[in-house]
């Protein structure tokens, strides 16, 4: 059987792990406000098992997600997994009882929260464990070191294979990269909030990961006379313009937008095979501004 194609090509990692440019977030296949299960649990099993039917080898999720909940569906889709395929979690944060949002970096909840990731996934060892250090859509001023070293020490007894970090300061990554190999940032970065710009081409240049998390604006969608006009013109959206973009920017940056819809899926995978001009490129440039 010829191999499927994987939409967006692939990125190396400084530490040999080869990664789908064009992946799927789960956060999405959780209820709303993602707390509880979803409104429709045969939809979310059919995402996923298209998401992986049309080439996707690159899944983001975490078990603060419903909690529990899109690690557990991603369990019953995919299990038994494809060898290719790499599933990134997230730790550092858990849920109240009314679906807040805490920190947890001590370290029993770090440990824990590993633990619950295999244990809900059905898995032996994690491909990435990211650690969320930051608020919501920024990062917050202080060290990283603890929580990290906790995560190293995992890595060590042989839960997780390699180690990220998520809404953190350039010297945030590098404090982390002190105590061991840091494989991808995953942060706040779209056309429209370019913050990382400098972070980005740093990490490039290392064989690092950039993994932007809201690359569609998030909760309030972009929105964009120019975005619209450029799309218009190339005959598609423009939050799937948005995504092509990214994948122009930067070789290392690896999209993981999410849907709990089959449709909405295969538009943003299109987003792989538009191409842009150095025209387009330069027009779509003044967004940010």
């Known amino acids: 059987m010829a191999a499927?194609?994987?939409?967006?090509g692939t990125f190396t990692m400084a530490e040999g792990m080869t990664i789908a440019r064009m992946g799927y977030g789960a956060m999405q296949l959780a209820g709303p406000g993602v707390f509880g299960p979803p409104p429709d649990r045969d939809a979310a099993l059919a995402v996923l098992?298209?998401?992986?039917?049309l080439g996707v080898t690159h899944i983001d999720t975490s078990d603060y997600y419903g909690p529990h909940v899109t690690n557990l569906i991603i369990k019953e889709a995919l299990r038994p997994y494809p060898d290719e395929l790499r599933i990134v979690t997230k730790v550092g944060a858990l849920r109240d009882a009314e679906g807040g949002w805490h920190p947890?970096?001590?370290?029993?909840?770090?440990?824990?929260?590993?633990?619950?990731?295999l244990n809900h996934l059905g898995l032996d060892a994690l491909d990435v464990v990211n650690l969320r250090v930051g608020g919501f859509d920024r990062p917050e001023p202080g060290s990283l070191a603890e929580p990290f070293a906790v995560l190293a020490e995992l890595q060590q007894e042989g839960l997780i294979r390699?180690?990220?970090?998520?809404?953190?300061?350039?010297g945030q990554v590098a404090e982390a990269q002190s105590i061991a190999p840091v494989v991808c940032v995953q942060n706040l970065y779209n056309i429209a909030n370019r913050a990382d710009d400098e972070l980005i081409d740093s990490l490039a240049a290392q064989g690092i990961a950039y993994v932007p998390y809201f690359p569609l604006g998030g909760f309030n969608p972009l929105q964009?006379?120019?975005?619209?006009?450029?799309?218009?013109?190339?005959?598609?959206?423009?939050?799937?313009?948005a995504l092509a973009w990214l994948?122009?920017?930067?070789?290392?940056?690896?999209?993981?937008?999410?849907?709990?819809?089959v449709s909405h899926l295969r538009e943003n995978l299109g987003a792989a095979a538009l191409t842009l001009s150095e025209e387009?490129?330069?027009?779509?440039?003044?967004?940010?501004?």
Not at 104 to 112: K, P, Y
Not at 162 to 170: D, E, F, P
Not at 224 to 239: C, D, F, I, K, Q
């Open 247 to 261: 994948l122009h920017r930067s070789p290392n940056i690896l999209l993981i937008p999410g849907t709990s819809s």
């Open 162 to 170: 390699h180690l990220g970090v998520s809404t953190v300061s350039a």
């Open 224 to 241: 964009s006379e120019t975005l619209e006009s450029v799309a218009a013109r190339l005959n598609t959206t423009p939050l799937v313009l």
């Open 280 to 289: 387009h490129l330069a027009e779509l440039e003044g967004i940010a501004s």
């Open 104 to 117: 947890a970096r001590s370290r029993e909840q770090l440990r824990q929260a590993v633990h619950d990731n």
């Open 49 to 53: 098992r298209e998401a992986v039917e």
């Open 4 to 8: 499927k194609s994987i939409p967006g």
